[in-house]
């Protein structure tokens, strides 16, 4: 096997690519969805079932591992591969995103971040250093640089000392020791601003890499703006390494950011729409709440081949979710993610045909209207 951050664009449609990345855990098949494991699980699955529907790479989270219940622990464990008993490929942010998301506890100089804790409220000190040491002691195969994710309604000058930071801390990171394989990504940051986009991206690539994150986008702002600037974006980083958009994970984002030449992404969005009784399906979102579905014999999505479709209706599913049964939460969020991943692993035999083009268009359409 080839060593890890080795990476391999096997064909081109456009600018959608397919590709491979080597780990330490194995290799991966771009484009790529994976699943939000922030605790350490993915949120009502195991593991086993993960790996049936064709997971490749999970998230564990920086911020809060270390809170609870400490990497020292999970080191003594085995690690977090062993700890959640997931032997491929795991992600690690940084804790970045929550010093954007709790925003309200935490305060923000050159060093690095102090905040209140989610779960007691005790001061913690988070410096890039300290980012990848954790995540160094976790294990993780890729590790993400500590960056400032800035509000998408933030000043110019707030925009523009957020990039600088962000620039400032991942050379911090990527000074720090790693783990054994581990690979570890920069972050771009710039809000929609293009030319702080291009100054980002620079000096990041200037620093030298084994991929690029896309970063502080879908926070916010406008839809449209979103996928310009990661248009843009994608076209500043190195056609030779991963390129991954952080935090998107509905369908018809997921193929845009695909066609906008995005190798990975992430999102909670398929547990978290199975815990409030929704479905994925090929022609747009179901709410299983709907009493409309108390008596459809019909399996969610009739195209897709998880377990849920395969053995249950809509109607039953309907049942558990109106009585608040957890295995209709279970039933759908192992069926939403089944689905994200065979649409991109169906992206993918499309870029390597040649006929991606068609595939995203007719995909969109029956996304957007709803035609079978």
């Known amino acids: 096997m080839s060593a890890p951050g080795s990476f391999a664009v096997e064909a081109t449609d456009g600018v959608a690519r397919a590709a491979t990345l ?62 959640m008993a997931w032997d491929g490929p795991i992600l690690t942010d940084s804790g970045g995103f929550q010093v954007f998301s709790l925003a309200h506890t935490r305060t923000v100089d050159d060093d690095g971040v102090s905040f209140r804790s989610v779960y007691d409220g005790d001061l913690v000190r988070l410096r890039p250093e300290d980012a990848m040491r954790i995540q160094a002691t976790l294990g993780s195969d890729i590790a993400m640089c500590l960056d400032e994710v800035p509000k998408p309604d933030a000043s110019p000058q707030h925009l523009a000392d957020a990039v600088g930071r962000t620039t400032r801390w991942a050379a911090r990171c990527r000074a720090a020791p790693r783990a054994p394989g581990q690979l570890v990504f920069g972050i771009v940051q710039g809000g929609i601003d293009p030319a702080l986009r291009e100054q980002s991206a620079a000096e990041l690539v200037a620093l030298g890499f084994d991929g690029y994150a896309i970063g502080g986008l879908a926070v916010g702002e406008e839809r449209e703006a979103t996928f310009r600037v990661t248009a843009s974006t994608a076209g500043l980083l190195p056609s030779d390494q991963p390129r991954y958009f952080m935090g998107i994970g509905d369908p018809e984002g997921i193929l845009r950011v695909i066609a906008a030449g995005v190798d990975m992404f992430d999102c909670v969005l398929p547990t978290r729409l199975g815990r409030t009784g929704a479905a994925m399906t090929s022609v747009g979102r179901l709410n299983l709440r709907n009493a409309g579905f108390a008596r459809d014999p019909r399996p969610l999505d009739p195209t897709c081949a998880c377990s849920t479709c395969s ?60 035609a079978d």
């Open 22 to 83: 080597v780990t330490a855990h194995g290799t991966v098949q771009t484009p790529m969805f994976m699943p939000v494991g922030t605790l350490g699980t993915v949120k009502g699955v195991d593991p086993i079932e993960l790996t049936g529907i064709g997971t490749q790479m999970l998230l564990g989270n920086t911020y809060h591992l270390h809170l609870r219940p400490g990497e020292d622990l999970i080191a003594e464990l085995g690690g977090l591969h062993r700890f």
């Open 311 to 370: 053995r249950f209706s809509r109607g039953y599913i309907r049942h558990l979710v109106a009585q608040r049964e957890l295995l209709g939460m279970r039933l759908l969020s192992v069926h939403n993610m089944a689905f994200l991943l065979a649409l991109c692993r169906s992206a993918r035999e499309a870029i390597v045909e040649q006929r991606f083009d068609a595939f995203f268009r007719e995909s969109i359409d029956r996304l957007t209207t709803g």
